[in-house]
């Protein structure tokens, strides 16, 4: 079955600890994304990457890292530096009409939780 | 920039029809999506809406009215399992971002 997977469902961390979260996908999407939720509140852009290779900062890239050397994996890291990561985090991918559309798959997301 | 608000929170019950409301303040975007989403669990899109007018698909339809600047999902014959969020969301004719709303949680009850 095609979809996308993140790893892992729970993830506990120190504070001043890099953590990476796992995002795969076998759906053949050229786009990926990182998003994260707060309690209560709407998604919000941290990463996208359109093509391997290459990304752009979302709305919210501070205290976070990136990278896209597959077309298949888009791990996000979150570094020491994010003032306050605790939250969940959603991966997502899209076709190039998917983009267009705004039809985009999430993962089943990851809540991290830094204490 | 962008920015779309949603009312929090909706109720009703079961069988009953409801509409959750989107306004939104854009430069410019390609159409309106809209999305559930289940208490802990991953968004799923529902709808879009290139152009103006209604679209339906089964017990949900989007509308859109650019002049506007408003949209809606009309959810009919509600069903406890449509107890979520609703997100609608935009994407940016500049940058290509998908811009999302503030979100409307639904309860249906019996």
């Known amino acids: 079955d095609g979809g996308i997977t993140q790893s892992p469902k729970y993830l506990f961390r120190k504070e001043g600890q890099n953590v990476t979260l796992s995002c795969e996908q076998n759906?053949?999407?050229?786009?990926m994304y990182w998003y994260r939720q707060d309690p209560g509140q709407g998604l919000r852009l941290i990463y996208y990457?359109?093509?391997?290779?290459?990304?752009q900062k979302g709305d919210i890239a501070e205290g976070y890292s990136v990278s896209r050397e597959k077309k298949e994996s888009f791990p996000l890291t979150v570094t020491s530096a994010q003032k306050n990561p605790t939250a969940f985090y959603l991966c997502?991918?899209?076709?190039?009409?998917?983009?267009?559309?705004?039809?985009?798959?999430f993962g089943p997301g990851t809540r991290l939780t830094v204490l | 920039g962008q920015s779309l608000e949603q009312p929090s929170e909706v109720t009703a019950v079961e069988g009953a029809i409801v509409q959750i409301n989107c306004t939104y303040q854009?430069?410019?975007?390609?159409?309106l999506s809209w999305y559930q989403q289940h208490d802990g669990g991953a968004p799923t899109f529902l709808s879009y809406?290139?152009?103006?007018g209604l679209e339906e698909t089964g017990r949900f339809s989007s509308f859109l009215s650019r002049s506007d600047s408003y949209g809606y999902l009309l959810l009919q014959e509600l069903q406890m399992k449509d107890s979520a969020s609703y997100f609608c969301?935009?994407?940016?004719?500049?940058?290509?971002?998908?811009?999302f709303g503030t979100g409307t949680r639904l309860q249906v009850f019996p």
């Open positions: 854009t430069s410019g975007f390609y159409g």
């Open positions: 990457s359109q093509i391997v290779n290459d990304f």
């Open positions: 969301a935009v994407r940016d004719y500049n940058t290509d971002k998908l811009i």
């Open positions: 809406n290139a152009l103006d």
């Open positions: 997502a991918s899209s076709t190039s009409g998917g983009v267009r559309t705004g039809e985009q798959f």
């Open positions: 759906l053949n999407h050229d786009a």
